[in-house]
């Protein structure tokens, strides 16, 4: 029995990381802007047609879709500096005194992209106006940074099984779609079932230390380093895959991933959509059907404006971006198993009451000949490996010395009224059946309960902006998963539930011209529930399981513990419920300073990583052994020594013999008899 209780928080043993070095001073040339987090940056010089510098130029940004507008003056060497932008469609606008006005039509600034637009003002009236095409923006020739922007119309566009965003990723050069290491599987993962996904590697990195942000704020799952909540593909604007070489990114040596959400507009807009798989669809199989299969994924999304009527318009301040996404999958299978049979229980019809005298165990029921026929008519034991001896009689004496059950036809007087009881729960009327195919002495019956799931995905935002100096931004995302499928028993299922969160507030600065901060906190979440249980929780006690071996796990809870038989059935329940798989909570802060044709950053970051998990689960080992083992029923001397091959680890289940001293319980009781006749080494 396990039952663990781990915990990784605040205190010594707490996990922290600096993400970019605390107060560090970054120098760099003229023009070079660095974008923090998922906003971007424009800059220029402005020169007129001789190319001499033009101080005091004003220049204004103006986001299109939202109006807003920044603004800014050129300084003494030309240059202008816009940061801290975020991405969207922009117009900029440069106007000087004797000269006429310039203005560079729409443009894109993507997530973590500076653009760099060079004005030549011709002399004129102001009143004047040159309009020309911003042209080879998507040329960062004032960073060093490598990487690539997927866009909005590659996101919404391309086609995704399962529509999740990772796929993007293998779009991008320098990353290698490569499937090593725990995250392969996706587990503990926000993954909507058959979905394809990818967590690869970027630019020889290994696939375990990318670090995922949404909208400049850590989305990491620190289990194994994946995503805490996948963001919905229609409410994504863009991203941008980057090579880890920017000191303001933390926390990891690989690469960055880097997703810029959709931002409401003064216009209101959305969208719904519905994708639906099933069999029903398809064409009538010549041979087979295959099995049941469903997948319906629904959502929608919406933006706009912020307007309460007669009280608050909040065109060109104030937005609000929503989205929702569910999905319903379900999809059937078989899990063949071997379970006893009416002859095997001494029963003549399966989930009656015993009325036989004997239960047939011989080798015309089990299909063991090893070595031997064990017949039902027999009147001496085999020879061969296929003879059971009773292991409650002369349990210090050799093999030899111990009886036979001749013929293998055990004494229904011997068998424990809880494994009967624990095998009528599990079973019910539910009987062998005939598998095409299978020898019914191998598998006789069909585990074909379907895997179900359901995701609830939602996201909002809401951007303020407060004159031309100040904008807040608050974001709000979540994800549950909740899995159920069939374990190796009937009636016994498996749920994981997985909830997720990721949220964080972030404030940007404008002091003047040449100086503006940002600050923020970020918080990622996940959880994993993980539970399996027989739909009878009660049923450790139907079978004799005592208080301490199944009732006295952490919290209180009672898990009936997995009994595991050698080549044979292995089942049982686990409660592991890990609060805080991965709970990040990020604080983070910039300044940046202009001077002259340099820009100086300093900044820091503070991560704080917890975990919490209890692991309740336990198991009882049913194996052939040559070695001294405990016998419980009837009262017995100590110990007896059984050769290996000569009896059945499955068959000691139903006379509640143990053959490991692993399962400690008094009234030690085996889980399953749906391996009770197998004999080992058939």
Request: charged share 10%; net charge negative.
């Amino acid at each position: 029995m396990q039952s663990t209780s781990i915990s990784s928080r605040a205190g010594s043993t707490l996990l922290a990381s600096i993400l970019f070095t605390l107060a560090t001073v970054l120098l760099f040339p003229s023009h070079r802007v660095m974008a923090q987090g998922s906003s971007a940056g424009v800059n220029g010089v402005v020169t007129d047609s001789g190319g001499a510098v033009v101080a005091g130029a004003k220049v204004t940004l103006k986001n299109i879709a939202t109006n807003v507008e920044r603004d800014t003056v050129s300084n003494g060497t030309g240059d202008y500096f816009f940061t801290e932008v975020p991405p969207a469609r922009y117009s900029l606008t440069i106007t000087a005194t004797g000269f006429n006005s310039e203005t560079f039509a729409g443009f894109d600034v993507g997530v973590a992209q500076v653009v760099t637009l060079n004005a030549v003002l011709k002399v004129g009236n102001v009143q004047q106006s040159v309009t020309v095409e911003a042209t080879n923006t998507e040329v960062e020739s004032s960073t060093a940074q490598l990487g690539s922007v997927i866009g909005t119309r590659a996101v919404n566009d391309l086609p995704l099984d399962g529509r999740n965003f990772t796929q993007l990723l293998d779009l991008t050069p320098g990353v290698t779609p490569i499937s090593t290491g725990q995250n392969s599987s996706a587990s503990n993962t926000a993954v909507v079932q058959t979905a394809n996904y990818s967590f690869p590697s970027i630019n020889g990195a290994y696939n375990r230390s990318t670090l995922y942000m949404v909208d400049g704020m850590n989305d990491n799952s620190g289990w194994y380093n994946t995503y805490a909540v996948p963001p919905i593909i229609d409410t994504v604007q863009e991203f941008k895959i980057n090579s880890h070489s920017d000191a303001q990114y933390g926390g990891v040596i690989g690469g960055v991933v880097n997703i810029a959400s959709k931002a409401g507009t003064n216009n209101y807009h959305g969208s719904a959509w519905e994708f639906v798989r099933a069999n029903s669809f398809d064409a009538a199989p010549y041979i087979s059907a295959p099995p049941s299969y469903h997948l319906n994924t629904y959502g929608g999304q919406m933006g706009g404006p912020i307007w309460i009527p007669h009280l608050y318009n909040g065109r060109n301040k104030t937005f609000i971006e929503v989205g929702f996404e569910g999905t319903h999958f379900a999809k059937a299978s078989g899990t063949p198993i071997l379970m006893p049979t009416a002859a095997q229980l001494g029963e003549t019809t399966f989930g009656a009451t015993p009325s036989l005298s004997h239960a047939d165990f011989s080798s015309a029921s089990t299909g063991v000949t090893k070595n031997g026929t064990c017949n039902a008519t027999d009147t001496a034991p085999d020879p061969g490996n296929c003879q059971l001896w009773d292991p409650t009689v002369a349990n210090d004496a050799s093999t030899p010395a111990r009886p036979a059950y001749l013929g293998n036809q055990v004494p229904v007087s011997e068998f424990n009224a809880n494994s009967l009881a624990f095998i009528n729960a599990v079973f019910g009327k539910n009987g062998p059946i005939t598998i095409p195919g299978i020898s019914p002495t191998v598998d006789n019956f069909e585990i074909n309960d379907a895997t179900r799931q359901t995701t609830y995905n939602y996201t909002g935002r809401i951007d303020q902006h407060i004159g031309t100096r100040d904008f807040i931004f608050f974001r709000y995302a979540g994800f549950q998963s909740t899995v159920t499928a069939p374990s190796t028993l009937p009636t016994l299922f498996g749920t994981t539930i997985i909830p997720s969160q990721q949220y964080g507030i972030s404030w940007n600065h404008v002091f003047s011209p040449t100086t503006s901060m940002q600050v923020q906190y970020a918080r990622s979440h996940v959880e994993d529930d993980a539970l399996t249980q027989f739909n009878n929780h009660d049923l450790w006690k139907t079978y004799g399981c005592s208080t301490d071996m199944c009732d006295d796990f952490v919290g209180g809870a009672a898990v009936l513990v997995t009994q595991s038989v050698t080549n044979g059935f292995s089942g049982g329940e686990t409660n592991s419920p890990s609060a805080n798989l991965s709970s990040i909570h990020e604080w983070s802060g910039s300044v940046i300073k202009i001077v002259g044709n340099h820009q100086i950053q300093a900044g820091g970051g503070w991560d704080e990583d917890n975990y919490t998990a209890e692991l309740r689960q336990g198991t009882a080992l049913r194996r052939p052994t040559s070695r001294a083992i405990p016998t419980l029923h009837p009262p017995s001397p100590t110990s007896v020594a059984s050769p290996a091959s000569a009896w059945s680890t499955s068959c000691s289940i139903i006379l509640t013999m143990k053959t490991s001293a692993t399962y400690f319980s008094p009234n030690g009781l085996a889980a399953s008899a749906a391996f009770m006749c197998r004999i080992a080494g058939s």
